[in-house]
């Protein structure tokens, strides 16, 4: 399995904090943002993997991340020129993937969990937290055991199950991302590839057990901040 950190998008949320830079290039406790995605895929055993960002910053990662021989990791780059949605940037990376299943993860994304994702060879699997704010997320349809559906930022979420930011996919989902179509915003949108295989009974999901945050509001990044901090101590 290969990985892929998705560190594109304009991160307009975060207003003067990412004028001049990437948001996953700022800070969350002692790292950079980035690095806990990286670390998230590295502790799962994923060796080889590309970051996804504009051509604005692609350089900076470049600079911070470097091969990743540091990290005893292989890391390579691809440009998305226009912020054309998450599966959009997924699809850059198919000659990366080769062929193999992949792990792909929101850049600024915090988990608490260790993963292994060694049983995983047909379909895809999303990881879900239940949160106090699903509303702000994809939020999981659940019935007699199996994921029936996934409603994006739902005023009145039928679950608190948010979908986080990691996916696992085989090799089927550079396919499944030709055939979708742009959302009303212009955007190849990750829940319509992730509803494909839902409709084709291929998603599997497992709940989280340990915190989850993502940083892309004034609110998560103090959030993320914070859980980072105490996973850190916690290590120590």
């Not at 850049?107 to 895809?124: K, L, Q, S, V």
């Amino acid at each position: 399995m290969k990985g892929i950190i998705l560190a594109g998008g304009l991160g307009t949320r975060l207003g003067e904090l990412t004028k001049v830079t990437n948001k996953h290039l700022l800070p969350v406790y002692s790292k950079p943002m980035i690095y806990h995605p990286l670390e998230t895929l590295i502790d799962a055993g994923i060796k080889e993997i590309r970051v996804v960002s504009g051509p604005e910053h692609t350089g900076d990662f470049l600079e911070l991340l470097g091969s990743g021989e540091r990290f005893n990791a292989g890391i390579t780059y691809s440009i998305q020129e226009k912020p054309l949605g998450i599966a959009h940037a997924i699809s850059l990376a198919e000659d990366f993937a080769n062929g193999e299943a992949i792990a792909a993860i929101l850049g600024d994304n915090i988990f608490e969990d260790r993963f292994n994702f060694d049983d995983f060879y047909d379909g895809a699997k999303v990881f879900l937290k239940e949160v106090p704010d699903a509303n702000r997320f994809g939020v999981a349809e659940i019935s007699n055991g199996r994921l029936a559906g996934i409603e994006e930022k739902p005023k009145n979420p039928k679950t608190n199950y948010a979908v986080t930011g990691l996916y696992l996919y085989d090799h089927t989902v550079f396919y499944r991302i030709k055939n979708l179509k742009p959302s009303a915003r212009g955007e190849l949108e990750v829940s319509e590839l992730n509803s494909s295989y839902i409709k084709d009974e291929k998603m599997q999901y497992e709940i989280l057990k340990g915190f989850w945050t993502d940083a892309g509001t004034f609110d998560s990044l103090l959030r993320a901040n914070i859980l980072a901090s105490q996973k850190e101590k916690q290590k120590k």
